[in-house]
């Protein structure tokens, strides 16, 4: 799997070849409730590499709920619907079947979208249609509902304020804008699509000021949740660090603040 974090100087430095989420895992399948890990932050923060690796460690489901928003808003734009139709974008996020396959693949009305719900104009897209209130509601069961018979570390924007309140673990996670718009660049050239860093930095603070003052459910740090900042971090430090609160939670221990 591709990081965007930076390359960490101490990866295959002869440690033991042990399991370290073996215990983990073991902790967590005794738990006799459904854990659930919620991870929120802007855009570019390193959310879904984290998620990923995270949820393969624990073996729990990973959900990715910015595809769903994603898959809304590519309907709306093949069938040329206005962004500012609040009424026709609810009616397509009731009708859309989304599907998230365990394989990460994305499927929107039976047809795999999973490349094309990358596109820039979908993310702008889905950033306009997310904010309207009818869309998340019609979003929100299927979004409990995914969550209803596994555990799972679940990405977003709301997760740990209005999808999953109760979740045991919040993680905030964010990053220096600067930072975040250097890793988009970077994944963008992985696939072979350049843009510059500016435009990338203006279209992320976009996204991000569009998410983060909107009415419902706004992009907001849960007052439980722990805020976790990725900026100057390699992902193995970012992964120590959150399967460290992990294992803290479902031993009942206390949380430390990072
Ligand atoms: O995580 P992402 O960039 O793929 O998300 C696309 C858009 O969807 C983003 O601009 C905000 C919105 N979103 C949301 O409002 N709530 C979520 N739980 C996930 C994504």
Same mark, same amino acid.
């Given at each position: 799997?591709?990081?965007i974090?930076?390359?960490?100087? /101490?990866m295959?430095?002869g $440690?033991?070849?042990?399991?370290?989420?073996?215990?983990?895992?073991r902790?967590v399948?005794?738990?006799?409730k $459904?854990v659930i890990?919620?991870?929120?932050g802007?855009?570019?923060?390193?959310k879904?590499?984290l998620?990923?690796?995270?949820?393969?460690?624990l073996? /729990?489901?990973?959900i990715?709920?910015g595809?769903?928003?994603?898959a809304?808003a590519?309907?709306a734009?093949? #069938?040329?619907?206005?962004?500012s139709d609040?009424? $026709? #974008?609810?009616?397509l996020?009731k009708?859309?079947?989304?599907?998230?396959?365990?394989?990460?693949r994305v499927f929107l009305n039976g047809?795999?979208?999973t490349?094309a719900?990358?596109?820039?104009?979908?993310?702008?897209?889905a950033s306009k249609?997310?904010?309207?209130?009818?869309? $998340?509601?019609?979003l #929100?069961a299927?979004?409990?509902?995914? %969550?209803?018979k596994n555990?799972?570390?679940m990405e977003?924007?709301d997760i740990?304020t209005?999808? /999953?309140?109760?979740?045991?673990?919040?993680?905030?996670?964010?990053?220096?804008?600067?930072e975040?718009?250097?890793? !988009?660049?970077?994944?963008?050239?992985?696939?072979?699509?350049h843009?510059?860093?500016?435009t990338?930095?203006?279209?992320?603070?976009?996204r991000?000021?569009?998410?983060r003052?909107?009415?419902e459910a706004?992009?907001?740090? %849960?007052?439980d949740?722990e805020?976790?900042?990725?900026?100057? !971090?390699? #992902?193995e430090?970012?992964?120590?660090?959150?399967?460290?609160?992990?294992?803290?939670r479902?031993s009942?221990?206390?949380? %430390?603040?990072y």
């Amino acid at each position: 799997m591709r990081s965007i974090y930076r390359s960490s100087p /101490f990866m295959g430095s002869g $440690r033991p070849q042990v399991d370290p989420c073996h215990t983990l895992r073991r902790i967590v399948r005794m738990s006799e409730k $459904r854990v659930i890990i919620a991870i929120d932050g802007p855009a570019g923060a390193g959310k879904s590499t984290l998620a990923k690796r995270v949820a393969e460690k624990l073996g /729990f489901l990973y959900i990715n709920t910015g595809a769903i928003y994603r898959a809304v808003a590519l309907w709306a734009l093949r #069938l040329g619907v206005q962004l500012s139709d609040m009424h $026709r #974008l609810e009616q397509l996020a009731k009708e859309s079947k989304i599907e998230l396959r365990p394989d990460g693949r994305v499927f929107l009305n039976g047809e795999d979208v999973t490349e094309a719900i990358r596109e820039l104009r979908v993310s702008e897209a889905a950033s306009k249609v997310s904010a309207v209130p009818g869309v $998340r509601r019609a979003l #929100l069961a299927l979004q409990r509902g995914m %969550a209803e018979k596994n555990n799972v570390v679940m990405e977003g924007r709301d997760i740990g304020t209005v999808v /999953f309140p109760e979740a045991q673990l919040k993680i905030f996670l964010d990053a220096d804008p600067a930072e975040r718009a250097r890793r !988009r660049a970077l994944e963008l050239l992985e696939d072979g699509r350049h843009s510059d860093e500016q435009t990338i930095a203006s279209d992320l603070s976009r996204r991000d000021e569009r998410d983060r003052r909107r009415k419902e459910a706004p992009l907001v740090q %849960a007052p439980d949740a722990e805020l976790v900042d990725t900026t100057g !971090r390699s #992902l193995e430090e970012v992964e120590e660090i959150v399967l460290g609160l992990v294992r803290a939670r479902t031993s009942n221990g206390k949380a %430390a603040a990072y």
